[in-house]
């Protein structure tokens, strides 16, 4: 067996930002401290932070007054902050900066009176926050029997945007039906779509040709690592999405194969390797990097303004 690791792959610049800032929230103000659903998307993260005493929450009626809250990578919806306020909870940012980028544009767009088209899947912590910042503006689209099915009229002033962690491709193919069937709506001329998500799929996309089967390390929840397991299947190439080591089936492989290993944006380099390590106990396999560009994006703490 021979492995091939996808690079880059793993922790992308927003959720190395995330975690990193909760870290040092831990240190800083010490327990108890709540974050608003997930940090990130990754069973190994969420379950190590537990661990150490982070509560996670789902509403904000569980987080009691004057307590210090942490809004994850996604984002959170503006009730949230306003709810926050009014119970006297002290809040901290960690929403990824390109994420919050999409918040302002529907901002900006929605003051002008724009019908925004959002691009993104329904139920996503992402898409929530983003749709409800301008709830009377803003439609999702989540498959192209959507676009279909829009009802507007063409005088009307029409911008599309798109959730950060899609499939590079079918979102394309998305906008390019929404050309057609609105020529004069307004896409943005850079992608929402975040580049660790575009850098990652294209490494699939380059590699997956030379492997006999694909296994992304990420959790099921996790948007962009899954649209990491369609691309490969898109291309005729069997991927598996795998939470860890432990979820690895011998069965899969006969041991002669080529395995390429990549990482959805919110997985530990750590489960990674663990992945690797079993693959070499199991099957003698022997360990190859791939790298098909550099990211060099890193963001600031928020927590260093407070």
């Given at each position: 067996m021979h492995i091939f690791l996808a690079n880059p792959r793993g922790f992308c610049a927003g959720v190395n930002?995330?975690?990193?800032?909760?870290?040092?929230?831990?240190?800083?103000?010490?327990?108890?401290?709540?974050?608003?659903?997930?940090?990130?998307?990754?069973?190994?993260?969420?379950?190590?932070?537990?661990?150490?005493?982070?509560?996670?929450?789902?509403?904000?009626?569980d987080v009691p007054?004057?307590?210090?809250?942490?809004?994850?990578?996604?984002?959170?919806?503006?009730?949230?902050?306003?709810?926050?306020?009014?119970k006297n909870i002290e809040t901290i940012d960690a929403t990824c900066p390109?994420?919050?980028?999409?918040?302002?544009?529907?901002?900006?767009?929605?003051?002008?009176?724009?019908?925004?088209?959002?691009i993104g899947h329904s139920g996503h912590?992402?898409?929530?926050?983003?749709m409800?910042?301008?709830?009377?503006?803003?439609?999702?689209?989540?498959h192209e029997s959507d676009v279909y099915n829009l009802k507007l009229k063409s005088s009307e002033k029409l911008v599309v945007l798109t959730?950060?962690?899609?499939?590079?491709?079918?979102?394309?193919?998305m906008i390019e039906l929404l050309r057609k069937r609105f020529p004069n709506i307004i896409c943005e001329p850079n992608s929402n779509i975040c580049y660790a998500t575009q850098h990652r799929q294209e490494a699939i996309a380059i590699l997956a040709p030379?492997?006999?089967?694909?296994?992304?390390?990420?959790?099921?929840?996790?948007?962009?690592?899954?649209?990491?397991?369609?691309r490969s299947e898109s291309i005729g190439v069997r991927s598996i999405l795998i939470d860890g080591a432990e979820n690895?089936?011998?069965?899969?492989?006969?041991?002669?194969?080529?395995?390429?290993?990549?990482?959805?944006?919110?997985?530990?380099?750590?489960?990674?390797?663990?992945?690797?390590?079993?693959?070499?106990?199991?099957?003698?396999a022997t360990v190859e990097e791939r790298q098909t560009c550099t990211d060099s994006l890193s963001f600031r703490l928020p927590i260093d303004s407070l």
């Open positions: 930002m995330a975690i990193r800032t909760l870290d040092a929230a831990i240190v800083r103000f010490g327990l108890p401290l709540y974050v608003y659903h997930e940090i990130v998307h990754n069973t190994w993260v969420v379950n190590d932070f537990k661990s150490r005493g982070v509560k996670f929450v789902d509403s904000i009626e007054e004057g307590s210090r809250l942490m809004f994850s990578a996604h984002g959170v919806a503006p009730n949230i902050r306003t709810a926050a306020i009014q390109l994420v919050a980028k999409v918040h302002r544009e529907v901002l900006r767009y929605a003051v002008e009176n724009y019908t925004i088209i959002l912590d992402e898409v929530i926050g983003t409800n910042e301008a709830p009377k503006s803003i439609i999702l689209v989540e959730q950060t962690t899609l499939s590079v491709t079918e979102t394309y193919s030379f492997a006999d089967i694909v296994l992304i390390v990420g959790s099921k929840n996790s948007s962009n690592s899954k649209r990491l397991a369609e690895i089936n011998s069965d899969w492989f006969k041991g002669d194969e080529k395995v390429l290993i990549s990482a959805g944006a919110s997985a530990p380099e750590y489960v990674v390797q663990d992945c690797v390590k079993l693959l070499q106990k199991n099957f003698n």
